[in-house]
């Protein structure tokens, strides 16, 4: 009710706290030097000069790569859009013929001539090229690859037809279905189609069923059992498909399982798939299908999914529908959970010559352009976190909506007895860090008040819950960075003047202070939390973090922490985003493992033990291995 209450100022009062231009466009409150000129163009204002938002050039965008296709008297024809030369790659989907069904590409593949492209399966896929039995069914799925003409892959697609000659497009899975929310009671499974169609998830003799009609279908089942394994079965219009899940166990149950980590799978050098247009497709197979055969019952995924740092929300669809493509033939079967990291951004953009750089902020309106509403559109996580930083002592107006939301980005959840709590280091986030204070904006890498609030409660109510013995928290950027991120993460090289700004004021804590805030409420108020599992540095290794570990700057004159106990950072940033080498640092001593090959994390949770294990998806060598509890 506060929520609606706090809405309905909104629209009441926006023009007493919003910078508004001739068109009703607003500029949020917590921004400064942002302003409209009399034309409606957006700019920043700095040391006398306006330094105007940068026009959009024309983006690549989901709806185009899909190609609008159609059915013609013997195929398929799509429509790229006007300019477009490449090649169209092509293949049939047998569902029926592997757990984790994908294309197996036709050998002859067709060109893109301005945009437009034809697939003939009536004369060049019948016969002994007709592995569905399409001919026969008059039914049939093909994946398509979309690759300009210098080669580079753009989108991975899905679409489904029916007929035998002439053909037509058919009721499509073009996304998914995904296992979402795993409970001992059930779970969340969603999906995506190319028309609007009422969904189901048929388990044993339940039916579980959208209520309209809809193209995004997230359907939530019920009344399972605790740690038992269900082959669901999801139907749209007259089709299907199946997969399996299996429950979480009751809360409490100490029956050994292993979940995995990483993070950082933004696209990587090379060619071919490890850039299948903003991910590293070619390595997030390995490591999913890795997950699958180690029986990882979740991964945690956190953050840099995806290159990002993007104007056009659709071209941000548009890579997260790659990234979720790559995960997708394993993640039928067990959950994905996915969290923010700086390469999430949407940003608007503002350049002058005479500054040398541009000028970025979080997209605004807040509530339909922002990283954390894009980001909370592709993804299904929980919704226990903090509602945004809207009430701390630095908003501008108590009565509205000021801030982005922490829905869906903030978050935390449980399996048996671990909890993982999920935090955004990159929210509210303005990647250029030396227009801050004219501006506004978060810096990458600090944590805000009310998740800091949020942090210290979830933490608290953990420690008392006598079903959990292991608490990890996992956040994009390193408290202790080790290469490649040295200069900014929560060190900034020692530099503790570092902090968000709000409405032209800057906090009260800079970074390295925030940072000492997280690791008290982590070590010394905790005695669960056994592991910070972060990202950012496209690398492995692990930071022993007790008394023992120097992590200050020399001169540092502010208030010191005493770690009361040890626990570990683990970094993994290592799944095909471009290396980074390690550096010197206070806490180098105290670091081991260090690698730039790809890996992948493996928790193996049996009762009140945990041993770690880290392997190289690409190779299967072992990277690291201890005991961490």
Known sequence: MKALVKLAFVIVLVSATFAQNPAGHDVPAVYSNIRYDTDGRLYVEHDGLKIYEQEQPAPLILKRLKGNPIGTGVGIAF?????????????????????????????????ITNGKAHIDIKNRMSGNFDMIGWQASGRGTLG?????????????GVVSFKGTGPFEIDTTVTQGPLVNLLRPG????????????????VVGERV???????????????????????????????????????????????????????????????????????????????????????????????GDLVN?????????HLQYANWKRAVEPFAHYFPVVAAMGNHEVMVRRFVHPAIGSHVRVDRFPFATESAEQIFAENFVNPLNGPETEDGAVYDPDPELVNFPSYRENVFHYTYDNVAIIALNSDYFYAPSAKFIPVTGGNPHGYIMDNQLRWLAETVAKFEKDGSIDHLFVTVHTPFFPNGGHVANDMWYRGNNDVRAYVAGQPLAKGIIERRDELLDILVNKSTKVVAILTGDEHNYNRLKLSAETEIYPEGYDKKKIKLSRTIYQINNGAAGAPYYAQEQTPWTPHVSGFTTQNAVVFFHVDGKKISVEVLNPDTLEEVDRFELR
């Not at 398509?144 to 991975?156: S, T």
Request: hydrophobic fraction near 30%; include cysteine.
């Open 208 to 302: 579980f069923a959208d209520q309209t009609a809809c193209r995004k279908h997230e359907i939530t089942i019920s009344g399972m059992r605790p740690g038992t394994q269900y082959v669901y079965e999801i139907r749209y219009g007259d089709k299907k498909q199946t997969y399996a899940f299996r429950t979480a166990p009751e809360l409490g149950s100490r029956k050994p399982f292993t979940f995995s980590y990483s993070s950082d799978s933004r696209s990587g050098a090379g060619g071919g798939e490890r850039n299948l247009y903003g991910t590293n497709f070619h390595i997030m197979k390995k490591i999913m299908a890795l997950s699958m055969q180690k029986k990882s019952r979740f991964m945690q995924f956190t």
């Open 79 to 111: 429509d790229f859009g006007e300019g477009l030369e490449g090649t169209l790659y092509y293949g049939f989907i047998d569902y029926g013929d592997s757990r984790h069904p994908m294309p197996v590409y036709f050998y002859s593949p067709e060109t």
């Open 144 to 156: 398509y690859r979309v690759a300009d003409d210098f080669g580079n892959l753009l989108y991975d």
């Open 186 to 201: 059930g779970a969340t499974i969603s999906f995506e189609t190319n028309f609007d169609v009422i969904g189901s998830v």
């Open 308 to 316: 990002g740092y993007l104007r056009n929300m659709w071209e941000m």
